[in-house]
């Protein structure tokens, strides 16, 4: 009969193999783990994945097996610096881009410069709402590559990047061993914060970066600005904030207004509804009389796409804990409520699929175990 540890260490062992099959790696069956060309990249030791990608080389630097003579070191030809091999190096752009404004080209051309010969990815968020997401993902993303032509081949199209984090998990799964992340000036702390906390556990990279790449989103050409004039019906100064070489402005502006509902609302849309920023008194205030961002509401961060439940309110922000029990720290001004953590009734299909880590975990979620070994202490036997 298998005593607890044993219980303890399979559960840890599988969960290690779930994610060395997620990331396409195969296994020699003594814990051994090598990619499609063949390479040995990894081994699973003290029930948890090792990568021998910083600073050992995969496919030479093998862990011997226990009791077996060391072998002399080969002597072998230098590698080239990871800046010189083709894709080691990934450049990220994650954004609402909503609408998309002339400003955020400058962004791109500044992570197109950081990224240099290396691979550059712009995700626009997935969220959609009535006030700070008037654009859905689809229309919004196909905007953006009429608006940005120079930057069609860039702009990804995926229903699974919903927040930052997914983003860097299939980064690491592409194989990409450094990632630099792109922002504005004013969500570089947040950024930098969230993405560099949770490497070596969401996700493992030798070296992830987070710099900015433009100045603050308050100009006349922000988004903000953007739903604003579309509020107003003004279509001038609308325009007078996408390049001038773009030839859908007025079906751009028209689909904002749509979104916004003002082709069905009758009344004023509060400007602080969907546009906080510019608004900052009278959402202030509507926040401190309780109105807004209840305690265990849940909210969707803008910038970073992370859905959480509100778990403390601060003076002007929100602690919040997301479905994985990622804690995250929200300004009032960069948040909208939603009703649930997804749009859909229970999860997404993708995240359904049998065998894969994400069923795992609505799995557990539904049996309110958030790691397996308080899964298996809430159900082990009694003594």
């Excluded at 051309?109 to 969220?127: E, F, L, Q």
């Excluded at 919004?140 to 995926?158: A, G, L």
Aim: hydrophobic letters at 30%; a positive charge; aromatic letters at 10%.
């Amino acid at each position: 009969m298998k005593n607890f540890s044993q219980f303890i260490t399979e559960a840890q062992e599988s969960q290690a193999s779930q994610r060395a099959k997620k990331m396409g790696l195969r296994g020699d069956g003594h814990g051994g783990w090598y990619n499609a060309t063949g390479e040995f990249v990894a081994k699973t030791e003290g029930g948890e994945l090792k990568f021998y990608n910083k600073g050992e080389r995969p496919g030479r630097d093998v862990p011997p097996k226990p009791g077996a003579p060391k072998k002399e070191e080969p002597v072998l030809k230098k590698e080239p610096p990871a800046e010189e091999q083709t894709g080691a190096k990934l450049t990220v752009v994650f954004g609402k881009f909503n609408p998309p404004t002339k400003a955020h080209q400058q962004l791109f051309t500044a992570a197109r410069s950081i990224a240099g010969n290396s691979d550059m990815k712009i995700y626009p968020s997935r969220g959609q709402d009535s006030e700070m997401n008037p654009l859905k993902a689809d229309p919004k993303i196909k905007f953006m590559k009429s608006m940005f032509p120079s930057f069609e081949e860039n702009i990804v199209n995926d229903e699974k990047m919903i927040s930052v984090f997914d983003v860097l998990q299939a980064a690491e799964s592409d194989g990409y061993s450094e990632v630099t992340i792109v922002v504005g000036a004013d969500r570089l702390g947040e950024f930098r914060s969230l993405a560099q906390k949770n490497n070596g556990t969401l996700y493992n990279f030798n070296d992830i970066t987070v710099v900015a790449g433009g100045q603050s989103d308050s100009d006349n050409e922000s988004s903000s600005k953007m739903r604003e004039y579309a509020s107003q019906g003004d279509f001038g100064k609308f325009k007078s904030g996408l390049p001038n070489n773009f030839k859908d402005s007025e079906q751009l502006f028209k689909k904002v207004q749509s979104g916004m509902g003002m082709d069905t609302k009758k009344e004023e849309i509060d400007l602080w509804r969907i546009a906080p920023k510019l608004d900052y008194t009278n959402l202030r205030e509507e926040y401190v009389e309780g109105n807004i961002f209840k305690k265990g509401t849940i909210v969707e961060n803008l910038n970073t796409g992370l859905r959480g439940k509100i778990i403390r309110r601060g003076t002007n922000y929100l602690i919040c804990t997301t479905e994985d029990n990622i804690m995250f720290k929200s300004w009032i001004t960069d948040v909208v409520e939603k009703k649930a953590f997804t749009d859909v009734c229970g999860v997404p299909a993708y995240q359904r699929e049998v065998g894969t880590d994400s069923l795992r975990k609505y799995t557990m979620k539904m049996a309110d175990a958030s790691i397996i070994r308080n899964f298996i202490n809430k159900y082990k036997a009694k003594k």
